[in-house]
């Protein structure tokens, strides 16, 4: 297993599910900190065919999950709002890995063509699969929010 200094990962996490937990679990085991860029309010409505959770709910949500689920040291995780897909991971030298899922690692090729233009080290991009749930469908918040809405009527 890579061991990494201080390791990326983002998202919107809306609502926490397996893919989470697992992007999570593996940022957790690779990195001594751990660096969490949430999207802001603005920006995740931005793309979002839903209206998310407020940011604070959303962060206090992953909190309990990091802490409670993952027994992630508190003081190991750092949580920011970001405000566009790229987050800190361009300009932080601190960051020297990135854990992403096949959706999104085109994203950290980006980030490490961005970094290598400005003078840092490319990051090690660690990716974990595509999380289905019993029927094959990839696992998203926006699955769980349509079954949930199913559920209901």
């Known amino acids: 297993m890579i061991r990494l200094h201080k390791v990326a990962l983002g998202g919107t ?4 599910h397996s ?3 697992m992007l ?7 990195g001594e900190r751990v660096l969490i860029g949430v999207t ?9 065919s839903y209206r998310v959770r407020p940011f604070e709910e959303r962060v206090n949500q992953l909190l309990i999950t990091l802490t409670r689920e993952l027994q992630a040291d508190r ?24 854990v ?12 490490n063509d961005i970094r290598v233009k400005n ?3 490319p990051l090690t991009i660690v990716s974990i699969p595509i999380i289905k749930d019993g029927y094959g469908i990839k696992l998203s918040s926006t699955l ?8 209901k009527q």
């Open 40 to 48: 802001s309010d603005e920006f995740a409505q931005s793309y979002k």
């Open 19 to 21: 893919g989470h937990i």
């Open 119 to 121: 003078g840092l080290n």
């Open 75 to 98: 003081g190991s995780v750092i949580i920011e709002k970001i405000s566009d897909p790229y987050g800190p991971a361009i300009s932080d030298p601190s960051i020297d890995g990135i």
């Open 24 to 30: 999570l679990y593996t940022a957790v085991k690779h």
């Open 100 to 111: 992403v899922s096949p959706e999104t690692l085109q994203r950290a090729f980006e980030i």
């Open 144 to 151: 769980i929010r349509s079954r949930m809405r199913n559920t």
């Open 13 to 16: 996490f809306d609502t926490i």
